[in-house]
């Protein structure tokens, strides 16, 4: 099978990354956390367009009438 240096370096780095925190989660994050605050770059959140992730959710109530089900109202 043929090996992406690359990827296995990427590999490598991110497992002594979560290794250097004990695989907890919590504290990796923590310290992203803390070097993007150090960073000193805006961040922005984007936020969500109603109705567009829905539809890809499958949620019809916030699609409105045109997406439900009405396969059992035409009996």
Same mark, same amino acid.
């Given at each position: 099978m043929w #090996? !992406? =240096?690359? @990827?296995e370096e990427i590999h490598r780095i /991110? =497992? =002594?990354y979560a290794k250097s925190?004990?695989? !907890?989660?919590? %504290?990796?994050? %923590? !310290? &992203?956390? #803390? #070097?993007? =605050?150090e960073s000193g770059r805006e961040v @922005? *959140?984007?936020s969500r367009k109603p109705? &567009? *992730? *829905? /539809?890809w959710s499958g /949620? %019809? /109530? !916030?699609i409105g009438l045109e997406a439900m089900d009405t396969s059992l109202h035409s009996i």
């Open positions: #090996k !992406d =240096e690359i @990827v /991110r =497992e =002594e925190f004990s695989y !907890d989660l919590n %504290a990796i994050f %923590a !310290d &992203l956390r #803390k #070097k993007q =605050e @922005v *959140t984007l109705g &567009l *992730t *829905t /539809r /949620r %019809a /109530r !916030d």
